[in-house]
């Protein structure tokens, strides 16, 4: 396997981008509770500005493809499209 050297932002935004994927895997993975309930959001505000604040930081913001490349080298097992 073949190693993937990061910068520090790039490094913040794959670290971010794993922090939003794991919140939304829990809070979808949970009971749903009673038919009818309201489900919070999915997603609290502030793990979203960061991702999006870390990608723009890094460079990476707008270009997915190289985002995923990027994290498939650095974290094959993350589930990434």
């Known amino acids: 396997m073949q190693t993937v050297l990061l910068t520090d932002r790039e490094r913040a935004a794959l670290q971010a981008y794993l922090r939003l994927l794991h919140t939304v895997r829990a809070a979808c993975d949970g009971d749903a ?40 080298g650095w974290c094959p097992s993350s589930g990434t499209p």
């Open 33 to 72: 509770g009673p038919p009818g309930a309201t489900r919070p959001r999915v997603v609290p505000p502030a793990v979203l500005a960061e991702a999006d604040r870390a990608l723009e930081e890094a460079g990476l913001s707008g270009n997915e493809e190289a985002f995923f490349r990027m994290l498939g």
